[in-house]
């Protein structure tokens, strides 16, 4: 072979592989994938005719060294070969290929059958296979993926010299190597996303039945099916009776888990014809079609009414029993040709038969059908009397330690003067109920904030808006009550409720564009309450975001809850929206989310709920004076975790931003301080902790320095978790002392 021919083939093979990428159908299993595309890179090196055998070698979880792809006439005297990885240091650590991988460095052996690699007697027979195929040298280089050694590249050539070039050449076709199986394991994973994009676009997370999605294009099909064969469809809209009742009592995975056996069990009894949809919460759509008559409808509806409340095993050992209403339309005798119309009206006659439960016959109601004598409840009958009482909670800015803003929440005073609040009189509300209660609420509201105005209170205000009352009738009398007053949009807050799903119609979407057009903004209510993703998040025109108090109430029992606020406040901040805090009932737990760096909060701890007459007098005699915080151990646990995500994410970009000798001084460090001056019992453990904390934080600067990419985070992890396990010992500690004095 010609002298300069080497280079040239080398340039050859990398060109041609460029030319023509490697095609592997990303539908194979993974290691299945893997093989194809390795022995297509090792049929490029043997075409070339510059090597004898080529091989792609890895360890196993035994640690021992197989081959995963051999090219050459020793193919399958390789494939049958297995070398064993033992220590450097160990006498069996003879072969080229293990120590390769255990050295983490290429190696290449001109004269191989004579070398020092095959001389102990147990490498007699390879030698002896190596002399008779004549191969002269043989090279091993690994092959690296996410930062370590993945497995060994060796070749192998019957020249007495190697070419030129090779060390360099084998190691770029290494890495080219890695880069092609990184493309691959890339683009399989894209694929694996895409799919279940696809199926998670039109499927319930977690019933495994269809979502609103699918049943907006089903419904389409269903109408159209009916008309073409003149038969009857029903739109079934299924709710659970009191299913909040089994949240409250056994938590929410159990509530999970009654809705999974339910959709599983609406999805036996119904017929091949029929569909099931997961609409949102505790809410199913039926899709029951080719009914002939009314008599085929009121089958299928009682066998739902039986199945339903069958005891339902649960996974704790315990039963529960749970009741269904269903309000029903009938197509095409309702005069609609727009399945959302079908939906609403089906949604009436849920509230309608729900409003009667005492009462009724059946848990179904037909659309259009007197359920029963029209009555009012008294919670409709006195918002009919105008009893709506308007009371606020007041929102501190901590930053000023001023009330810049206030709640609207409605109540209701029944003749006795008694006020209801929310949790009795909502549950009786109906339909149009809320949109009447969202614009006295709203009329009301704007009407205190312009004499609070006068009196030198410039606040904005927070109103709930129930997103079932989002309509065109919203937007028209929205732009009605703005016209009435001198408060500018940009000072109210409509509040939706994060735990509806159909905050993901387009239609909603298109009218919360509204809202925002006539200058008002947008919050989103109880954020990690329900249903809430990113995705929709980030699709809806919010300008706020509220946490759900659920997360802030339990901070003195949770305290690792705060990692969760610290999430929230970076999503907050990333998206460019408000946070508000609610939940803020205790001076610990203002303590705490003040440390964290949230700026908006509201709860118990800030003020209760109160009439405007009350908030008045709030206003004018209430000051929040600048402290030094923290001035509590679970605003000292909210201070470290705030401290070390900031560390930690200065050191991890900017090793040098931090000297890390000031890193290892404790004493100079804030937290020191605090620990002194709250005084606690654990005072000297935790000073202790505190410096291992400081000792390891300033190694890793350290590590980072001199070695960016291997550095290991596991001492600092460790550090932190003893630090904050002591701290909340201690607060626990202390927590339960107080209250065996009180």
């Known amino acids: 072979m010609d002298n300069q021919s080497p280079l040239k083939i080398w340039l050859d093979i990398f060109s041609s592989m460029s030319k023509a990428p490697l095609t592997v159908s990303i539908n194979l299993p993974w290691n299945q994938a893997q093989k194809v595309l390795l022995d297509q890179i090792l049929a490029s090196l043997d075409q070339s005719g510059l090597f004898h055998t080529c091989a792609i070698a890895r360890a196993d979880a035994d640690h021992m060294l197989r081959p995963l792809a051999v090219s050459g006439p020793l193919q399958q005297i390789v494939l049958q070969n297995v070398a064993i990885l033992f220590p450097p240091d160990h006498p069996h650590a003879r072969s080229i290929t293990t120590r390769a991988q255990i050295e983490n460095r290429t190696l290449l052996v001109a004269d191989y059958a004579h070398s020092e690699y095959l001389q102990h007697p147990n490498q007699t027979e390879w030698r002896q296979m190596i002399e008779t195929a004549g191969i002269q040298w043989l090279l091993a280089t690994p092959i690296h993926r996410h930062a370590s050694v993945w497995g060994v590249f060796i070749l192998s050539g019957l020249q007495h010299e190697p070419p030129e070039l090779m060390i360099e050449s084998a190691e770029k076709m290494a890495v080219f190597m890695a880069d092609a199986m990184e493309h691959l394991e890339t683009r399989r994973n894209e694929q694996q996303y895409r799919e279940t994009l696809k199926s998670l676009a039109h499927t319930d997370a977690l019933t495994d039945l269809p979502n609103r999605r699918a049943l907006e294009t089903q419904m389409e099909q269903a109408m159209l099916r009916a008309i073409r064969h003149n038969r009857l469809l029903a739109v079934c809209m299924l709710d659970l009776d ?147 009482a308007v009371w606020y909670q007041p929102i501190l800015d901590s930053r000023t330690g001023k009330i810049v803003g206030i709640e609207a929440l409605a109540r209701l005073r029944d003749k006795d003067g008694a006020v209801w609040p929310p949790a009795r009189f909502l549950p009786e509300l109906h339909g149009e109920d809320f949109s009447e209660l969202n614009k006295l609420v709203l009329t009301q509201a704007l009407k205190d904030i312009s004499m609070l105005d006068a009196q030198g209170w410039p606040l904005w205000v927070s109103v709930n808006l129930n997103p079932r009352s989002l309509s065109g009738y919203c937007i028209s009398y929205l732009r009605e009550i703005l016209g009435e007053s001198t408060v500018d949009a940009s000072r109210i807050t409509l509040e939706i409720l994060e735990g509806e799903d159909f905050l993901e119609h387009q239609t909603v979407l298109d009218l919360l564009l509204e809202i925002k057009a006539l200058g008002f903004r947008l919050a989103l209510d109880d954020v990690g309450s329900a249903y809430s993703s990113l995705l929709r998040m980030k699709d809806l025109p919010i300008d706020e975001i509220k946490l759900d108090q659920g997360f802030v109430r339990t901070l003195e029992q949770r305290p690792q809850d705060l990692h969760f606020l610290g999430a929230i406040q970076d999503l907050a901040t990333g998206m460019k929206v408000d946070l508000v805090v609610e939940g803020v009932e205790t001076e610990d737990v203002l303590d705490a989310v003040t440390v964290m760096g949230s700026t908006l909060m509201q709860g118990y701890a800030i003020a209760k709920p109160m009439p405007f007459a009350e908030l008045q007098a709030f206003l004018k005699n209430t000051i929040f004076p600048h402290r030094h915080r923290p001035l509590s151990l679970l605003g000292l646990y909210a201070a470290r975790l705030a401290q070390h995500e900031a560390l930690k994410k200065t050191i991890s970009r900017s090793p040098c931003a931090v000297n890390y000798l000031t890193l290892a001084d404790a004493a100079a460090c804030p937290l020191h301080k605090d620990i002194q001056r709250l005084g606690c019992d654990n005072s000297d453990k935790l000073d202790h902790l505190h410096r291992e904390y400081h000792r390891a934080i300033a190694v890793m600067d350290a590590l980072l320095l001199a070695t960016p990419s291997g550095a290991d985070w596991s001492a600092v992890d460790q550090a932190v978790e003893d630090f904050e396990q002591a701290i909340v010992e201690t607060y626990f500690e202390e927590k339960s002392k107080k209250r065996q004095i009180s």
């Open 242 to 388: 009191d299913f909040k009742l089994i949240n409250d009592t056994y938590g929410h995975e159990i509530g999970d888990e009654v809705l999974v056996i339910l959709g599983r069990r609406l999805s036996n009894v119904l017929r091949q014809s029929d569909f099931i949809a997961r609409y949102g919460g505790d809410e199913f759509v039926l899709l029951l079609e080719d009914l002939a008559d009314h008599a085929d409808l009121t089958r299928v509806l009682q066998k739902i009414e039986k199945i339903i409340p069958a005891p339902i095993l649960l996974s704790n050992g315990e039963s529960v029993q749970i009741g269904t209403s269903m309000g029903v339309t009938l197509y095409p005798f309702a005069d609609a040709d727009q399945a959302d119309q079908l939906l609403r009206w089906s949604d009436q006659a849920l509230y309608a038969i729900k409003a009667h439960k005492a009462e009724r016959k059946s848990c179904w109601a037909l659309f259009g059908e007197e359920i029963l004598a029209d009555r009012r409840n008294p919670a409709q009958i006195l918002l009919d009397q105008g009893a709506l």
